[in-house]
């Protein structure tokens, strides 16, 4: 089992940056694929990024390709989401999320431990 907690959340403006992290305790890091989803209010939660157990394979939705960028440190048991031009749509309850699973899917939306989440708040 592991434990996730994000932390990096906050108010931007609008072309602002902010970096998210997701410290994982419990069992090793290293054997989870990893995941960021966000939740805007009144919409379904959504997958943002994803990246495998080694940091090899790495995958984004449209939405924030070109902007935003997921990496790790296995060495901290940590995953990170780096987001850049920040826009108001991008608004939302920011998640990470680990899965077990023996194989690497860059869509794969059924995650077996999730961290409280961390407000991101883009104003205008």
């Known amino acids: 089992q592991v434990q996730l907690v994000e932390s990096g959340g906050g108010l931007v403006q609008a072309g602002g940056s902010l970096r998210l992290s997701c410290a994982a305790s419990?069992?090793?890091?290293?054997?989870?694929?990893m995941g960021w989803f966000r939740q805007a209010p009144g919409k379904e939660r959504e997958l943002i990024a994803a990246i495998s157990r080694s940091g090899g394979n790495t995958a984004y939705a449209d939405s924030v390709k070109g902007r935003f960028t997921i990496s790790r440190d296995n060495a901290k048991n940590t995953v990170y989401l780096q987001m850049t031009s920040l826009k108001p749509e991008d608004t939302a309850v920011y998640y990470c999320?680990?899965?077990?699973?023996?194989?690497?899917?860059?869509?794969?939306?059924?995650?077996?431990?999730w961290g409280q989440g961390t407000q991101v708040t883009v104003s205008t």
């Open positions: 999320a680990a899965t077990g699973s023996t194989y690497w899917s860059p869509t794969r939306k059924a995650y077996d431990y």
């Open positions: 419990g069992r090793s890091f290293s054997i989870y694929h």
